[in-house]
C-alpha cells in the first residue's frame, strides 16, 4: 500500500503510544524490522479525509534522544537519517497530560531536529484528576506547535488528530528551545558544512552518538571523532549542560501555562491499590490466584470451540475422501495436509483465551506490578528486575523476547536472560500440553470448580518458570562479570482494559500463530507424508505380496487386515525406518518410534508435534476413517501388549520434555543473532537437551 505521508509516533513509555497507534492504524498494521537491524519496526496506514493515506510508523518508546539501549537508539537514527524510506513528513510526539514536564524534554528534542511536529497531548482526564490546569492555546503559542487533545483509550479527538495530520503543510516549523550552538561552538558548524546536515541539533547528535548511526559511513564516522579531538568535545558536559538549558526552557513555559491546585493531596486510587497488590505477601499470593484463574479459563471455555473446529476438519476430511477421486493427490491432502492443520488449528481458541489475559494485565497496568514485584527474586538469582519482561513475554514468544532484551545493559544479565528465556512455556507449547492432558488428566472438578486438567497445564508452566530461575541462578555463579545492573521502572496509573485492543492483540497473536505454524505445518506435513507413505521399494513390495496372500486365506476380517497393512506399510516406510533408528535412545523415556518421528520433525518449531502425531496416525489408519488428533492417539495402542501408547507416564514424560527441550530453530538463529557468536546457542541447544533427557526420563520411571 503506497503512502501520501510518513508520521512518526514518538513519546516517552507508558503514555499511550501503542494505544493510539492502534486507534489511527486498526487492524490495517503489520510487524516487521528496521532495515539492517533486529528490532521490532511497528507499521500501519490511516486513511485521512482527503482520500490520502498516511503511514504510521510506531518508534520504540523513549524518555529522550540519547538512548539506554539498541530500541531507543532507533529513534533518533530514524529522525536524522533523511535518505532513509522511513524518514517522516511529521512527527507527531505523544505527551503524558499529567507528567507534561518529563514528557516535554523529549519534545524539545525532536522539535530542533527541524521535522514538523504535532503534539498530542494525551490523558488530559488524568491530569484534570490530578488537580492539574493546563492552558492548552497558551502553551501551543509559547512553544509554536500545533497541541492536540486526545484521549487515545477512548478514542476521544482522534478525528482531531487525522485532520492536523491532513494539514501538516499548514503547520509552522515550531521555535527553537534552546541556543543549540553555544553547547559545542564550532564543532557543530564544522559537521553542518561537512556532512551537510540541515539542523544544527542533528549535527550536535552525529557529534554524540555518530558510533551508533548505521547510515554514516566509516570515513564519516572517523572525520567526525576527528573534528572532535579538533575542538575538545566532551560528550557527557555536553549532554548535561544540554538538560539543564533544556528544563530551564520548559519551567519557563509550564510556568505560565500549567496550574497545579494544592488543594488536590488525596492518595492517589492507584497507590491504595498497589499496597495491595504489590505487598511483599499477599501481592504473590492475588499473583497465583490471577495464573490459577488463567489456566482454568484456557481449559473451561475452550473446550466447546475446539470441539466444532475439530468437527469442522473430521467434515472437510470426509467430504474430501467422498467427492475428490481416489489416489496420491486425495491422501496427500486428507492424511497431510488437512490432518495436520487441524492437529494445530485446534487450539486457536486456547491461544486466543491466553493472549486475552495477558493484554488485559498489560493494558490495566498489573503487569508492571509483576515486573517490579519479582525484582528482588531476580536479583538473587542473578538477574536485574528488567530481565522479568522478556522472561514474561517468554509465555508468548521466545523470539521478540530475547530481541527484547537490549534494555538490559548488564552482560551478564543479559547473557543470563538469553539462556533461560526459552525455559517458559511459550504459546508452542500449549497445543502440546493441551494435547497430552486432554489424553491423561480427567476431566474432573475438585471441589467442584478447580478444573484437574487446568491444574495440570498451571503445572508445566510454573515447572518453566521456576526452572528458568534456577538455571539463572547456576549461571549466575559461572559467569563471571564485575558489571551492575539496575532497574529504574515507572509503574502506570491502573486503568480498565480497552476491550478493541485486547480483540486486536488476540487477532494479532491467532493470526502470527497460524500464518507461521500454518506455513511450517504445511511444508512439514507433505513432506512427512511422502516419507510416511513411500520406503524402499522392497520392502513395500515383500508387504504386498504378504498382505495379498492373507487376503487370500480369508483369516482377518478385511477392515482389520487395511489397518494391518497401513501400519505395516508406515513401519517400513523411510519415516518408519528413521524413527526406528533412533528408538532405542527414546524408548527408556517411554516413547515410541512414531512420537520419535514427531520429536525430529518439532525441531522447526515445538507446536508441529501435534501436526506430526496427526499426519502419522492419518498414514497409519485405513481407508476413510477420518476421527480427530486426539481420537487418534487416544485409540492408539502397542502391537506387542496392546496397552495405550499415551499412559500418564509417558505423557507427562513428553510434556517434561518439551518443557526444556530447545526445539525451536528460530529461538537458536535469533540468539546466535543477538550474541553474534555460535557458543551461546550451541550451550544452549546442549544443557536444555541434557535437561530435558534427564528430567523426562526422570517423570517416566517414576510415574510408569
Sequence with gaps: MSSGLKVALVGNPNTGKSTLFNALTGLNQKVGNFPGITVDKKTGFCRLSDGRTAEIIDLPGTYSLYPKSKDESIVLEVLTDKTSRLYPDLVVVLADASNLKRNLLLYTQVADLKIPVIIALNMMDLARKAGTEINVDELSARLGVRIVPICARTKENISGLKEAIQQMSAIPLQRETIEVEAIAPGLIAKIQNELQVESPYAALQLAHQHENMHYLSARQSDRIEELEQEFSFHSQKAQAAETIARYNFINDVLFDTVKQRTSVIEETISNRIDKVLTHKVWGFIIFFGILFLIFQAIFSWSEYPMSLIEDLFVWLGSTAHAVLPPGVFTDMLVDGVL????????????????????????????????????????????????????????LACAVPSIMGTRNIENWKDRIITIMVTPLVSCSA??????????????????????????????????????????????????????????????????????????????????????VQAGKVIIAISVVLWVLATYGPAKKQQEIEQKYTALQQTNQYPQEELQRMKASDKLENSYAGLL????????????????????LITSFAAREVFVGTMATIYSVDS???????????????????????????????????????????????????????????????????????YIASLIVYQVLK
Design 339 to 394: 490432518a495436520g492443520l487441524s492437529g494445530v488449528l485446534v487450539f486457536i481458541p486456547q491461544i486466543a483465551i491466553l493472549f486475552a489475559f495477558i493484554s488485559i494485565l498489560e493494558d490495566t497496568g498489573y503487569m508492571a506490578r509483576v515486573t517490579f514485584m519479582m525484582d528482588k527474586i531476580m536479583r538473587k538469582v542473578g538477574l536485574s528486575g528488567k530481565s522479568v519482561v522478556p522472561l514474561i513475554g517468554g
Design 622 to 692: 485405513s481407508g476413510d476413517d477420518v476421527v480427530s488428533v486426539r481420537e487418534k492417539m487416544r485409540a492408539a495402542t502397542e502391537p506387542d501388549t496392546g496397552r495405550p501408547v499415551f499412559t500418564l507416564a509417558t505423557a507427562f514424560s513428553l510434556m517434561v520434555f518439551y518443557a526444556f527441550a530447545m526445539q525451536c530453530m528460530s529461538t537458536l538463529a535469533i540468539v546466535y543473532r543477538e550474541t553474534k557468536s555460535l557458543k551461546w546457542p550451541v550451550i544452549q541447544f546442549i544443557y536444555m537437551g541434557v535437561m530435558a
Design 429 to 514: 507449547r500449549l497445543p502440546i500440553y493441551t494435547l497430552l492432558i486432554s489424553l491423561v488428566v480427567p476431566d474432573t472438578r475438585l471441589w467442584g470448580f478447580v478444573n484437574m486438567q487446568g491444574l495440570a497445564l498451571m503445572a508445566m508452566y510454573v515447572l518453566g518458570i521456576v526452572s528458568a530461575i534456577l538455571v539463572a541462578w547456576v549461571m549466575k555463579k559461572l559467569i563471571k562479570a564485575r558489571e551492575r545492573g539496575y532497574f529504574i521502572m515507572e509503574l502506570p496509573v491502573y486503568r480498565m482494559p480497552r476491550w478493541s485492543n485486547v480483540g486486536l492483540t488476540m487477532y494479532e497473536k491467532v493470526k502470527t500463530f497460524v
Design 579 to 598: 524413527g526406528r533408528a533412533i528408538e532405542p535412545a527414546i524408548k527408556p523415556l517411554g516413547y515410541d518410534w512414531k512420537i520419535g518421528i514427531a
